[in-house]
């Protein structure tokens, strides 16, 4: 039989476990980082590693979009927010009224990619016939019109793969490729995730879409891309989005309320150092300065 004495002892030493273990999260300094889909994958890869050097600071990922991390920012509420497209002056205001002062990091470059099925013979495409299959008054709604036909796609109608309107992807792709003032045609498939629309692309040969290079797979081809009929057509890679050669090239960022400081600025740091990059090189984004990984 169990002694009144042991049980006693066993309870005393189980609640001062969990009281020590208690103490030493609570001193653990939490960094909120929320915000951009095409990030969120380096940023938990980020957030995993510096755990495991400093393990006084745990850093808390979610995604949702590049406008559920500025809403954040404009709020106050997020130490880092992450965005694949820079925010706007209406948005900078907003965040000031609220007595915030946002301050943004270039974290990583990337390649926006245009994504088409193996079985699609393009392998170029220029601003012009992208906008005409995704602009609001595009004219082109089968492969034929861009004289292919596309093995497995039976009635030769193209599904456009989109993004959700609060992504920062959808809205620089939107700007870049349709202008200012172009808009989406109706009847797009708006995928949460970029992955999501990887995944549709690689399953649909009559698909076409667009992502970070990050998300690419070798089920899945990336025509080159050239802004004019007759201009230098290049793929996007690691090398022509450091270079900006690529036309689609863009800075992926964290934003922080007024300058950087103590854990927030030290894991800011540890980002943009050689071993942080080297991990965002390894998630397919490249780099924001030279580096050599392993």
């Not at 939490?30 to 400093?54: F, M, P, R």
């Not at 002056?89 to 946002?102: D, F, L, V």
């Not at 399953?203 to 290079?213: D, E, V």
């Not at 030290?266 to 071993?275: E, F, G, N």
Request: hydrophobic content about 40%.
């Amino acid at each position: 039989m169990i002694s009144k004495f042991l049980l006693t002892s066993v309870g005393f030493a189980v609640s001062t476990f969990l009281a020590a273990s208690s103490s030493l999260a609570a001193d653990r300094t939490l960094i909120q980082n929320t915000g951009s889909d095409t990030l969120v994958n380096v940023a938990q890869s980020w957030a995993e590693e510096y755990g495991k050097i400093n393990q006084d600071v745990a850093v808390a990922v979610s995604g949702g979009g590049t406008g559920t991390g500025i809403a954040a920012m404009i709020a106050g509420t997020v130490d880092l927010a992450n965005a694949s497209r820079a925010m706007s002056e209406k948005e900078i205001k907003q965040a000031e009224a609220n007595g915030h002062k946002p301050v943004e990091h270039t974290v990583a470059l990337d390649a926006l990619a245009v994504y088409l099925h193996p079985a699609n013979p393009i392998g170029s495409m220029t601003f012009q016939q992208i906008a005409d299959i995704y602009g609001r008054d595009g004219k082109t709604t089968k492969w034929s019109d861009l004289g292919v036909t596309v093995p497995g796609c039976q009635d030769g109608k193209i599904v456009v793969v989109s993004r959700q309107n609060n992504s920062g992807t959808y809205v620089y792709f939107k700007e870049e490729v349709l202008g200012e003032k172009g808009k989406f045609r109706q009847g797009t498939l708006d995928m949460n995730g970029s992955k999501d629309v990887v995944d549709l692309v690689e399953k649909t040969p009559c698909a076409i879409g667009y992502s970070g290079m990050g998300y690419a797979t070798k089920h899945v081809k990336m025509p080159c891309v050239s802004k004019e009929a007759g201009g230098a057509c290049v793929a996007p890679s690691l090398e022509t989005a450091l270079n900006k050669t690529y036309p689609i090239a863009r800075g992926l960022y964290m934003y922080t309320n007024g300058e950087a400081k103590g854990a927030v600025k030290a894991y800011l740091d540890w980002i943009l150092s050689d071993v942080g990059q080297c991990i965002a090189v390894g998630q397919g984004f490249a780099p924001v300065h030279a580096v050599k990984c392993k």
